[in-house]
Structures are given as structure tokens and as C-alpha cells.
């Protein structure tokens, strides 16, 4: 019988219970995180995008909101991915979505020390579009680039895997490949890597690159002047939202799911009474999506995290909790392992809890004998509802993530003009691979 290594996760906000699931198998490969680079990217004057032929309104922005298609999952490969249009033409490439990531990278051209990527490579001379950026370009300062050769702005970007990327930043259009007709909505964005070298996970990844969806957090400081920031995300909102509707979210399934651009659909989430349950919270200013979290509860024994920063990134599989919280709920897991090998001897059923000899996990076979984990919010503004997936692990870099274990059958919409993050059960579709 296959393990399942198996948390039941509550978000306490108060008095009801709302239940998100999301569950995945017992291994899963590690995938990219954290950046050793910090990016920040300043506003270009130089998209001014072509009016929609969709529904628009007066002022050209397009009525309604947009659906993106996601693949992948979290069994075979262990992250989620769209597929997005670069340059003019369009060349098609597959990108993982990382709402822990600024910038955009892609394998390029014909680049020997990248990996064999499904999708033909952006080849940067085949598209009319392109801009190279200067090193000694603002935009090339904003992402502390270095100096090529030939002056172009080069990038080298690791990640706490041990996988690194390096290459040349340069500017191009992008559109989404979506469920509806918006191929014509396309942004220029001045910062996409253009990738010369990948190694070690990066490089085995059948996707072409990364789609960074972070949001920018603050002006950038160049020659003590500050420029106005703004991410690949903001960007693309602003040029095709209005100002209200810079909005996006993302419903991630067992297989692929769905991101949505310029609102919020409703049908996704899962309602109760009739009634959907959207559960908010304050960001905390960063250029990550970060909430705070007041304290962690399991087996009625609760940890105090005293507001905590948590970060939300698809782009990391597992969630991860630093340290002490993790020593702390380990020590209570085998507990409650050696309470469920004990009764299954006794009663001999067939609920097993064991280790993994090849990863040192502790798996259990039966959700029902585990008891929900409950996150209290920042300032106690309460709800309840619970989700559950594969493991918690220690992190590496002491930091709480609730990586892509945690989007799974969650509605999670990212209210980029509000600076707040929305939560709720989620009806996420799938989609065939």
C-alpha cells in the first residue's frame, strides 16, 4: 500500500468551519525557491499596447476578466506552469508560475548550457520586437546587472535548490495563452531573462523558464533619484484593467488548474449555504505576498509564532516552517505517529504511520487519524477552514512558506490594489497534460 504523508491544515478566523483540501502523493521532487537576487523593475513608457479587439470600454481597457489555463501538479513534476506568447512573433513557451518571483526567465536561442526544453527556446533575433537593454541603462541598475562585452545587462540568479541561471536581461512582448480571445493583449516588459546557462534542477525541467507573478514593493534608488517600480504582474494589469481591477488569482487542482487576470470569478470558489467564503488578510509591504500569522495549533498544544511573516509561493513545492515551529509540531506528529502504530496493533486495522527509509518523512496512511493544524491570522480576525496536503518540511533558510502544497483546491486571489490576499475553497478545474 502506497503512504501518504498527510497534514489537515486550519486557517482559524473564528466560529465556522470552511474546508479547503489539497492533498498530493508521497514524493515529490524539490523545486525552485527563493532567489539569492533581489529584483525590482522600473515603469516603461514604452508599452502603450494596442487596443483590444475583445469587450472594452471606452477607455480600452477590457471589460470583465481573463482566464488562464495551468498545467502540471505536484506528483510528476512537482510545479505548475502556462503557456505564454514572447516577442513578434509570438514564440510559445511553457513557464512555471512563482508568485515568489519578480522576473521572467527563459532559455534562449541556442544556448549550450541549458537543459532540452519541450518547447523550441525564445529566439531573440527572430522577433522585431526585442529591446537590448544597456548595462549602463536604469533598468539595468534596477536589477543590479553587470556589464557585458558587449555592454548588454547580464543577470546571474541561484536558487536555494543549488540550481543557478545566467544570461542577459532584455524587453519584449508577452501575452497569455488564455481560455478566451485576448492573443492581442500582449505588454512589452523590459525585464525578461534571456538565459545562456541553466544547471542542476533548472536544467532537467521540461518547462522553458519561470513566470515571476511578485508584486514590487517599494521605489527604486538610482543616482539619488527614486523611479517608480512596478513587476511584470502590475504592469500587465495596469495596461489592460482598470485601476480597481488589479486583481489576479490562481485555483490550482490535482492536475493543472486556472489563473485569472482582472477580477475575481466567483464560480471558483467552493460555496457553503449557497454562500462562497472568502476569508481576507492584510499584505505585509514586501515584494513577496506575505501574511502574518498570530499562532500554530495541533493536538490542542498551541505554538505562538507572535505574528510570524508567512510567505505564499506557488513557486516553492513544499511548505516549510522555520525551526522552532517545526521542532515543535515534529515532536507532537510522533506522538500522535506512535499513538496511530499503537491502536492499529491493537485493533489491527489497517492504518499504518511509518517512515520513509529514503526520505526520512513520517507517512501516514489514513487522513482520518489526523487531527487539523489551525493558523491564526494577524490581529485574530478569525475564521475557520482547513486544507490538507503532503508534508511540512524544515526549512532550510529558517523561513515559513506555504509553497504550492498549500494553493492546491484553494482559491487564493491577490487584491494588488487593496494590498490584500483572499482565501477560500476553491473549485479549481482540471486540465489534461
Known amino acids: 500500500m502506497s503512504l501518504l504523508l498527510i497534514l489537515w491544515m486550519t486557517i482559524n478566523f473564528g466560529n465556522k468551519f470552511y474546508v479547503i483540501r489539497s492533498s498530493l502523493g508521497a514524493r515529490i521532487k524539490p523545486s525552485p525557491s527563493k532567489r539569492t537576487v533581489r529584483s525590482s523593475f522600473l515603469r516603461s513608457t514604452e508599452s502603450n499596447p494596442e487596443p483590444s479587439e475583445r469587450d472594452n470600454d471606452n477607455y480600452g481597457f477590457v471589460k470583465g476578466l481573463i482566464k488562464v489555463n495551468v498545467f502540471g501538479n505536484l506528483h510528476k513534476f512537482a510545479y505548475y506552469y502556462v503557456y505564454v506568447g514572447i516577442g513578434n512573433p509570438k514564440t510559445k513557451q511553457m513557464l512555471i508560475i512563482d508568485t515568489g518571483s519578480q522576473l521572467i526567465n527563459v532559455a534562449c536561442g541556442r544556448c549550450k548550457e541549458c537543459g532540452n526544453h519541450l518547447l523550441p527556446n525564445y529566439e531573440l533575433g527572430a522577433s522585431v520586437t526585442h529591446k537590448l537593454i544597456d548595462c549602463d541603462s536604469e533598468f539595468c541598475k534596477a536589477v543590479e546587472g553587470k556589464c557585458g562585452i558587449d555592454e548588454s545587462c547580464l543577470f546571474n540568479e541561484s536558487y536555494s535548490e543549488g540550481s543557478n541561471v545566467e544570461g542577459k536581461i532584455i524587453g519584449d512582448l508577452i501575452s497569455f495563452d488564455t481560455t478566451n480571445d485576448s492573443s492581442d493583449l500582449s505588454t512589452f516588459f523590459n525585464y525578461i531573462g534571456c538565459v545562456t546557462s541553466e544547471s542542476q534542477l533548472i536544467k532537467t525541467q521540461i518547462t522553458n523558464g519561470i513566470l515571476g507573478l511578485a508584486k514590487s514593493d517599494k521605489p527604486t534608488l538610482i543616482n539619488h533619484e527614486y523611479f517608480e517600480t512596478q513587476s511584470f504582474i502590475e504592469k500587465y494589469l495596469t495596461d489592460h484593467f482598470r485601476p480597481l481591477k488589479k486583481i489576479f488569482s490562481v485555483c490550482l487542482s490535482e492536475n493543472g488548474g486556472v489563473m485569472t487576470l482582472g477580477g475575481v470569478d466567483e464560480e471558483l470558489n467552493l460555496k457553503t449555504k449557497n454562500k462562497s467564503q472568502v476569508i481576507w488578510a492584510p499584505l505585509v509591504k514586501s515584494e513577496f505576498y506575505v501574511i502574518k500569522v498570530f499562532d500554530v495549533s495541533f493536538q490542542g498544544d498551541k505554538i505562538e509564532t507572535k505574528n510570524k511573516k508567512f510567505v505564499l509561493d506557488t513557486g516553492t513545492t513544499m511548505s516549510t516552517l522555520e525551526n522552532e515551529v517545526f521542532n515543535k509540531m515534529h515532536k507532537i506528529f510522533e506522538d500522535t505517529c506512535e499513538d496511530i502504530t499503537k491502536l492499529s496493533n491493537e485493533k489491527k486495522t489497517s492504518s499504518r504511520c511509518a517512515v520513509d527509509k529514503k526520505t526520512g518523512k513520517m507517512c501516514f496512511s489514513d487522513i482520518s487519524k489526523l487531527p487539523p493544524i489551525v493558523l491564526t491570522f494577524e490581529k485574530k480576525t478569525v475564521h475557520d477552514y482547513s486544507w490538507w496536503c503532503l508534508g511540512i518540511e524544515r526549512s532550510k533558510n529558517n523561513e515559513n512558506i506555504l509553497g504550492a502544497t ?25 486540465n489534461a497534460l
Open 406 to 430: 498549500f494553493f492546491k483546491n484553494n482559491h487564493i486571489i491577490f487584491n494588488l490594489n487593496k494590498d490584500i490576499v483572499g482565501f477560500s475553497p476553491g473549485k479549481c478545474p482540471e
